[in-house]
């Protein structure tokens, strides 16, 4: 996990661990000052995923940000695989507020 925040990684242990009675939680974290990571359940079997970002451009893709981003997303999905959370193959662009653009994604929950 790294580069990514020991914040992060404990919210997503925390979700992973609610899931396994039934009742997870919304969970948040910033990856990076201009990065945060939000992760809510919308159904018994799907959670939506959003990260949040500023930069001055948004491609269609949140990995399309470059090399350093790409690791840090990759690094999440793996802690979400470990609790055998199935991520999206890409996170999408789907609106930019405030100059903050928001990707998103759903998860699959076990």
């Known amino acids: 996990m790294n580069h990514v925040p020991d914040s992060v990684v404990t919210a ?8 396994l009675y039934g009742d997870a939680d919304a969970i948040s974290g910033k990856l990076r000052s201009d990065l945060q990571l939000a992760i809510t359940p919308i159904y018994e079997s799907t959670a939506r995923c959003r990260y949040l970002t500023v930069h001055t451009q948004s491609p ?3 990995r399309e940000r470059g090399s350093y981003i ?3 997303v990759d690094a ?3 802690k979400l695989h470990q609790w055998g959370i ?3 193959p890409a996170y999408r662009y789907v ?4 100059g903050t653009h928001h990707y998103e994604g759903t998860l699959q929950l076990p």
């Open 12 to 19: 997503i242990d925390t979700f992973g661990s609610q899931l």
């Open 60 to 62: 269609p893709t949140l």
């Open 70 to 72: 790409t690791t840090l």
């Open 76 to 78: 999440v999905d793996t």
């Open 86 to 88: 199935d991520p999206p």
């Open 95 to 98: 609106d930019t507020v405030d």
